[in-house]
């Protein structure tokens, strides 16, 4: 889940200190869909995040939410349905740079931005260094939203 947010300090500090989530890395990028964005990436088991939180010029809402599927094909296939169809895909096929997640995104029918993903990074407690990247994918992902 990604959760678009004012005082992305203020929501940090939170899930850490009252739910136990630990950082994973943080994102600061100058071209986000064309708006700077920064973002916090949380855990609270072994996946690489659980949790995304940042601030886009959107106000409060749900950026995403992600489904990973078992297999590589099974991505392959969901994009091939969504081009097929009425919906709009948002966001390109694309590798995550931090949790190295291939996917792309799709709007549903309520409006919320679905990822559909494979391949995300597992992490055991101490085996992650916490770094800061300045882009959000190693490539493709690139936004859709006026195609």
Known sequence: VMLVVENVAEVHRFYCEMLGFVTSDFVSTANYGGQRGDFVFMRCNQRHHSLAIGYLPLGRRLGHLMLQVR?????????????????RQTRALGRHINDRMFSFYVESPSGVQVECGWGGLEVEEGDLEVRTYDVTSAWGHQHLLNK
């Open 71 to 87: 297999d590589f094909d099974d991505v392959g296939r969901a994009l091939d349905r969504v081009q097929r169809s009425a919906f």
